[in-house]
């Protein structure tokens, strides 16, 4: 594709492995080897075998190999097996307390393609077999009420995301009493996903639920899975404040990957040509036009190579850094392939996130049957979803990480099969230093820093955490300590001062009095909510936009792009006009937090990202986000910032759909002083 120009610039050769093979251990149910013989595992990869070994002697596990390599049968073996057990014991106990297992991913895309593979492994366990009569099911935003009600009663498995379990299960624990005191097996999915201040969100997040299944009598095993983490055993201890051992050695096979680093092809610049000797060549005199090159943009670039390898027959994942570079990319393709008459022109499209749920299953099930071909997405499909198939991945731009571009090329030539990736640099200084000098990019993986002691970090969730079960330095031989660190009973001392908690002499307690809600007190993943964007005729949602970049996208007399449909933005409301008719706001329910409706559609943004939570319970803010601190705090550090008003007010956006090729985007207007 690039002969006779300097497009590509260098190509890197990742040599396959071979296949080491393990057997099943003695303890897992032959119902479930039998299962996994049929899903075509007759036998576990050494990996596996080591991993449910650890698992089975009661120690936490990071399981830290590649993409593909088949986490997980580790993460679902155990609770299956004992799953098993417990419906063939005749004892009465193993009846009534059947264990349970929760497992959380970054996305809920994540959730929904782990729930699709667990059910397909259930139904081929064989007739009559207690496999079949697992209760597995997802809770998250797009769930509807009936059947998280259902997931409260019944469930055996539940799959969700951090947002879901801060927001809903956290705070209504007593709702879910009976699936938390029977929790045996935690798993947390890409773990080198949450690194940062997100990570430290998350790390309490599961420390709290820990806390409080260890209240409850259960003592959950925690599974945590990564392709790409470094240092994984420090990286697992971080985030749930225990000892873990670490799985790095992969035995599963794989073939050669061939990385390709490739630069836009030069094309004239016809807009740098000369004024007057344009005009001079207009009025007739002989002249040599002379224009600069520039370099196509990787984007265009990515469109370029997209539509080729779809034209060999290719299957492929496209990865673009932004919304709009999903929706630009995709339709590039399509116009390349519609000017060749090319009956492939149907077989791409964008992906990303701000699509409404059933939109989202529809994309990602085409990508599975291949009746799309390929796919310009943003992040929101690196995370592990289990296609197979795939012949090659491109990436639009540096992604920003050695290990999100990882993940990204991962995503071809799985199943021990080879793949191609090419990384497309754009025209950032960074992308063309990286492209020519590869060693970079090539270096080990960053670390996931993880620092769930930072105050700011940890305050609001010390209140989320009193609300649900009192502080003290001595409950359970210091569990608190050990899971909060050393120094939070200062830190609790100065929520107390500041109006938060109450101190007795049984602990610290949340002040009851208050009127918002602890778990509202911080953002996870500091997003800020979504803006709704609505069809000005027949009032559909049409998808939503994260809230900080709402104003840059969808903006008045903004066109907006939704799987190549375009829309005139009408208008779009402020955070000082509130939306009577959103109706997210409700009185505080006499029930307490656990008796609540849900109150407030939570945040979907960029795929690696918040990808949608709903929070039950009741409360309401104080009016326009009252000041945190207590009369008198005096100068005491003020840890936990005032509630946003964004889950008080939805913002909209009204939109009407119109047929253009025109294209806007925010100007930017920068002052250094």
Known sequence: MSAGDDRLVDMRVIPGRAERLAAWPDWVAPDLVEAWSAKGAPAPWSHQAEALDAIRSGHDVVLATGTGSGKSAPAWTPILSDLVASEESGRISAIRRRPTCLYLSPTKALAADQLAGLSRLLALGPEGSPLRLVRATTADGDTPREAKDWARANADIILTNPDYLHYVMLPGHERWTRFLASLKYLVIDELHHWRGIVGSHIALVVRRLLRLAHSLGADPIVIMLSATVREPGAVGEAMTGRPAIAIDEDGSPAGAHHLALWQGRLVPDEAEVDISAFLRAVAGEEIVLEAPLRRLSGQTEAANLTAAFMERGARLLTFVRSRTGAEAVAQQVRDRLSAHASPLTCGIAAYRGGYLPEERRALEQGLRTGDLRAVATTSALELGLDVSGLDATITAGWPGTRASLRQQAGRAGRAGSPGVSVLIASDNPLDAYLVHHPDEIFAPVESAVIDPRNPWVLAPHLAAAAAELPLSETRNDGEDLALFGADFPGLADSLVAQGYLRLRPAGWFWDATRSERPSDLTDLRGSGGD???????????????????????????????????????????????PIESAGRACAPAPGGAGDAEEISAGTIAEGTIAEGTIA????????????????????????????????ERQRVALVEEVRTPLRTRAKQHVSVA
């Open 616 to 647: 039950e319970g009741g409360g309401s803010r104080p009016p326009g986000g009252a000041s945190l601190s207590a009369p008198g705090a005096g100068a005491l550090p003020v840890y936990i910032a005032p509630p946003s008003s964004i889950r």
């Open 531 to 577: 803006v709704q964007i609505v069809e000005v005729r027949s009032g559909q949602v049409i998808g939503t936009i994260d809230e900080p970049s709402a104003d840059a996208h969808v903006f008045p007399d903004a066109v907006y792009v939704h799987q190549g449909r375009t829309f005139h933005v009408l208008s779009l409301s402020s955070l000082e006009q």
